[in-house]
């Protein structure tokens, strides 16, 4: 099993910058694929950023480019630097990670909420 474990939510003004990590342990071998996701109050859990194994990167395209994922592999770790932050980012910032032969796991979520 992989155990995922999200830290650096918070409160942020509108336009201000938070940067969430993401690290995994246990059975890491194989992973492949890196992921956000996030769910606002009242709202399905929405796709936000994918990092692969091999580097390629895929965002949702309404974020406009404000946020980044990355991977420090040697620290079995993901980021999510999230820039020009607006309300409507406000949620639950979920990791999740993707084994060969193997189901997504996912973390228990980090809160986010962008708020004056």
């Known amino acids: 099993q992989v155990q995922v474990v999200e830290s650096g939510g918070g409160l942020v003004q509108p336009g201000g910058s938070l940067r969430l990590a993401c690290q995994f342990s246990g059975r890491i071998f194989n992973l492949y694929v890196w992921e956000w996701y996030r769910q606002a109050p009242g709202n399905e859990r929405e796709f936000v950023a994918r990092?692969?194994?091999?580097?390629?990167?895929t965002y949702l395209d309404s974020l406009e480019g404000r946020f980044t994922i990355s991977r420090e592999s040697g620290e079995n770790t993901v980021y999510l630097q999230m820039n020009s932050l607006k309300p409507d980012d406000t949620g639950v910032y979920y990791c999740?990670?993707?084994?060969?032969?193997?189901?997504?796991?996912w973390g228990q979520g980090t809160q986010v909420t962008v708020s004056s």
């Open positions: 990092i692969n194994i091999g580097g390629t990167t």
């Open positions: 999740a990670t993707v084994a060969y032969g193997a189901t997504r796991s």
